[in-house]
């Protein structure tokens, strides 16, 4: 334990200071803060020293704490200034640095008067260009994802709430502005089944869909106008579906298919055309298997083999197999 008065702790933090060891100075002004806690030097010489060290939101304590300890402090209010300036506090660091200006005595400082141009400049800036956030979204079968293009946000700064058909998300921006998302959603999701996540760059927001359905839009009037049809009225014998027409006389159209195929059903070819509707029909009836040995036997032979057989033709290449009493010869040969 050293044996070091307060005075002398705070001479030796200065000295390393000067010497740029900050981190020293940290300790050793910590050191001395135990002992003495109600000088407001000791709080104003820390937060200089935790400036350096980019511990901007330690540095405004101590200078507020300064402040509080004596409001005629022009550095304090100068230390407070320059941290809020990083946190991208400006309102706050320009009332801080008109403070350390009014407390300067007859002959302000120079660096005060530039911190100030520099905020005014920045919340000039703040004013023509608002914070525009985006926002992007994608959805797999089970869940809708919103992705929210907001960098360093504090995780317990947001909150996101979830209902059957709305998502709303409020944040605390770093520079201390509030931002708010709200959607209405096309379909409806299941709150409970909802979640979110803070990142360094973004906000992830994962949405469980009620329906495994595709979403044409994020949102949108919410789709639940769409009715089941009653069993009853799903029936065509009872109510066949009318399709839209300027004709006055309404149509059965599931009659006029029905009797199509009924047609075709009655109709019997003769010859090649009962021939190729036989193949027709083995293709259209059959199974994957008895497709690829018809497309691969009818490719390969160069259409004089077809079987369905693929067990068969799926060994090797299917040779071709002229009429009786025709010579096959490729194009090239004489």
């Given at each position: 334990?050293?044996?070091?008065?307060?005075?002398?702790?705070?001479?030796?933090?200065?000295?390393?200071?000067?010497?740029?060891?900050?981190?020293?100075?940290?300790?050793?002004?910590?050191?001395?803060?135990?002992?003495?806690?109600?000088?407001?030097?000791?709080?104003?010489?820390?937060?200089?020293?935790?400036?350096?060290?980019?511990?901007?939101?330690?540095?405004?304590?101590?200078?507020?704490?300064?402040?509080?300890?004596?409001?005629?402090?022009?550095?304090?209010?100068?230390?407070?200034?320059?941290?809020?300036?990083?946190?991208?506090?400006?309102?706050?660091?320009?009332?801080?640095?008109?403070?350390?200006?009014?407390?300067?005595?007859?002959?302000?400082?120079?660096?005060?008067?530039?911190?100030?141009?520099?905020?005014?400049?920045?919340?000039?800036?703040?004013?023509?260009?608002?914070?525009?956030?985006?926002?992007?979204?994608?959805?797999?079968?089970?869940?809708?994802?919103?992705?929210?293009?907001?960098?360093?946000?504090?995780?317990?700064?947001?909150?996101?709430?979830?209902?059957?058909?709305?998502?709303?998300?409020?944040?605390?921006?770093?520079?201390?502005?509030?931002?708010?998302?709200?959607?209405?959603?096309?379909?409806?999701?299941?709150?409970?089944?909802?979640?979110?996540?803070?990142?360094?760059?973004?906000?992830?927001?994962?949405?469980?869909?009620?329906?495994?359905?595709?979403?044409?839009?994020?949102?949108?009037?919410?789709?639940?106008?769409?009715?089941?049809?009653?069993?009853?009225?799903?029936?065509?014998?009872?109510?066949?579906?009318?399709y839209p027409s300027s004709s006055a006389k309404k149509i059965n159209w599931d009659k006029i298919e029905s009797d199509i195929k009924k047609e075709?059903?009655?109709?019997?070819?003769?010859?090649?055309?009962?021939?190729?509707?036989?193949?027709?029909?083995?293709?259209?009836e059959g199974s994957d298997e008895i497709r690829r040995a018809m497309n691969k036997s009818f490719q390969e032979s160069g259409g004089t083999v077809l079987s369905t057989?693929?067990?068969?033709?799926?060994?090797?290449?299917?040779?071709?197999?002229?009429?009786?009493?025709?010579?096959?010869?490729?194009?090239?040969?004489?």
């Amino acid at each position: 334990m050293s044996c070091d008065t307060p005075s002398e702790l705070v001479s030796k933090a200065n000295a390393a200071f000067v010497n740029e060891n900050y981190e020293e100075a940290v300790e050793l002004y910590n050191e001395a803060i135990k002992i003495v806690d109600d000088l407001p030097e000791y709080y104003t010489n820390r937060a200089h020293a935790l400036l350096k060290l980019d511990r901007f939101a330690e540095s405004k304590s101590d200078a507020q704490k300064a402040t509080e300890l004596d409001p005629s402090d022009s550095k304090a209010h100068l230390r407070k200034g320059i941290a809020c300036f990083h946190l991208q506090q400006f309102e706050e660091a320009l009332e801080a640095f008109q403070e350390s200006y009014k407390h300067g005595g007859k002959h302000p400082s120079d660096g005060v008067r530039q911190w100030i141009t520099w905020t005014e400049e920045k919340l000039a800036k703040c004013k023509k260009i608002p914070f525009v956030i985006k926002h992007d979204w994608y959805q797999t079968e089970s869940h809708v994802c919103v992705t929210v293009l907001a960098k360093n946000l504090n995780p317990e700064a947001v909150k996101v709430d979830f209902a059957a058909s709305t998502m709303t998300m409020k944040a605390k921006l770093p520079d201390e502005t509030d931002y708010e998302l709200n959607l209405n959603l096309s379909y409806p999701i299941v709150p409970d089944q909802s979640s979110f996540s803070v990142m360094k760059t973004k906000v992830e927001i994962k949405m469980k869909k009620c329906d495994g359905i595709r979403w044409g839009s994020l949102e949108g009037q919410l789709q639940d106008n769409v009715k089941q049809i009653p069993v009853a009225a799903a029936s065509p014998s009872e109510q066949p579906p009318v399709y839209p027409s300027s004709s006055a006389k309404k149509i059965n159209w599931d009659k006029i298919e029905s009797d199509i195929k009924k047609e075709e059903e009655e109709e019997k070819p003769e010859g090649e055309a009962a021939l190729n509707h036989l193949f027709q029909k083995i293709y259209g009836e059959g199974s994957d298997e008895i497709r690829r040995a018809m497309n691969k036997s009818f490719q390969e032979s160069g259409g004089t083999v077809l079987s369905t057989n693929w067990n068969e033709v799926a060994k090797e290449k299917v040779t071709v197999k002229p009429p009786d009493g025709v010579e096959f010869k490729k194009w090239d040969e004489k």
